[in-house]
């Protein structure tokens, strides 16, 4: 699971160009939105993609994201239940 | 009656930097095929979380923009209008690619929405909360000479007082490299500059340009726009026709005319056409700048910058003059003129205030 977060801590890096963040300024409890990392509803569109993509999860509730992307442990918790790759 | 337009306030990132009072004693004829902008920081005007999605060219032209503005003191314009050639080809490439290696699967918002043409133009309103006309120009080398025809119209018509208007074209390795393959963009091998080129295709390189427009003349004010012409085809035979229509209906002939600026790119098989048209003004100063700024669709724009700062400071900076005339008289009207690869010619009658 550890290494799962790292993992999901680089991708969204990466994938939302988080230019002044690094994998350490992310705590795994974190609110990803808000006054965590302030992310945005653009950026849960990314996440989405992103959960598709790289771990086969199709979210086809858009209700499910709000506690599934609340932070890194649930994000990570929900991907190592559902993930099909 | 004839209503006035000033430019009140101009804003630049280019390859030579952002737009300044030393612009032309600091900068270098640019020698390789592709260049990039000279970034400045942008973390006064531009948020993280903001600059995040932005790609370089919607960063240049907020920059370019807000300096425009803040140079003719104005917070908030009546109206945005751009003009850009490829748009923000960055972002556009971003998103086609995600299309072909995801097999049109997995497509991200965020490329999408900062793919289109109009970007700029959208974030400059949103940022500054403008909610006026807003409205981007795509024709290729006539796109921002578009857009100063339409905000010199609104001024004109008085839909509007004080106008932002600009040009905006950023590098991306994918589109340029098919410009490099049909001959557009001067191999990555050849190291000419304007003044030494001896073949085809132009040095490229991505910049914003921005100016305030305004029917108010101030203490600030560079000097008044006082007429466009656009033509999408030509011949050479023509062009003088076309150049002497275009001064006729402004009350002037050829001897009226103090200065040239012209968009030679040191693609040799078109700067042709640049030599006709200084046949037409034999003995006045002729002035280039693309050697500095590079090709680009709007790289027009940092003519009428060039020319406005001419007029204002009555000074011509030997890196931008092409021939040997000696400047004998007070700059007052001069004259600018750009064709690509011999279409889209664009006049610009500037006057000085």
């Known amino acids: 699971m550890a290494e799962l977060k790292e993992e999901l801590k680089g991708k969204i890096i990466e994938v939302l160009n988080l230019e002044d963040i690094a994998v350490a300024d992310i705590a795994d409890s974190d609110p990803l939105f808000g006054e965590g990392l302030g992310l945005d509803s653009i950026d849960a569109l990314e996440l989405i993609v992103l959960m598709d993509k790289e771990y086969g999860i199709k979210l086809s509730d858009p209700k499910q994201g709000k506690s599934i992307f609340q932070s890194i442990d649930t994000m990570a918790a929900y991907i190592a239940e559902n993930r099909t790759k | ?353």
């Not at chain 2, 968009?263 to 046949?279: A, L, M, Q, V």
Request: glycine letters at 6%.
């Open chain 2, 1 to 353: 009656m004839k209503k006035s337009r000033y430019i009140n306030g101009i804003g630049a990132v280019t390859a030579q930097g952002i737009w300044r009072t030393d612009f032309f004693t600091e900068s270098q004829p640019l020698q390789q095929a592709v260049n990039a902008a000279q970034q400045p920081s942008y973390r006064e005007l531009i948020s993280p979380a903001m600059a995040r999605r932005m790609s370089r060219g919607i960063k240049m032209g907020i920059y370019a923009a807000q300096q425009a503005l803040d140079e003719a003191q104005i917070d908030i314009p009546d109206a945005i209008i751009t003009g850009t050639g490829l748009g923000c080809s960055e972002d556009s490439e971003k998103f086609l690619r995600n299309i072909l290696d995801n097999d049109e699967e997995f497509l991200t918002p965020t490329a999408f929405i900062q793919s289109t043409h109009n970007t700029v133009a959208a974030q400059i309103a949103l940022r500054l909360g403008c909610k006026g006309y807003n409205f981007t120009y795509v024709n290729r080398s006539v796109s921002f000479e578009s857009a100063l025809l339409d905000a010199s119209m609104q001024l004109q018509d008085a839909e509007a007082t004080d106008i932002l208007v600009g040009g905006v074209d950023e590098v991306s390795d994918h589109t340029f490299r098919l410009l490099q393959l049909v001959g557009h963009i001067k191999p990555s091998d050849v190291h000419e500059t304007i003044h030494d080129s001896n073949s085809p295709g132009a040095n490229y390189a991505e910049s914003a340009t921005f100016f305030t427009l305004s029917q108010q003349k101030t203490a600030y004010s560079y000097c008044e726009v006082q007429d466009i012409n656009l033509q999408n085809k030509l011949s050479q035979g023509d062009l003088a026709a076309f150049t002497k229509e275009f001064l006729e209906r402004n009350g002037l002939h050829a001897g009226d005319i103090d200065a040239l600026v012209l968009g030679y790119n040191g693609d040799k098989e078109f700067d042709g056409w640049y030599d006709i048209f200084e046949c037409i003004f034999p003995s006045i100063p002729s002035i280039y700048y693309k050697h500095l700024i590079g090709q680009c669709d709007t790289s027009s724009a940092f003519a009428v910058a060039t020319a406005a700062k001419l007029i204002r400071e009555q000074i011509i900076p030997a890196i931008i003059q092409r021939n040997q005339v000696t400047l004998d008289r007070p700059l007052r009207n001069v004259l600018l003129y750009n064709q690509f690869r011999g279409e889209d010619h664009s006049l610009v009658l500037l006057r000085s205030c």
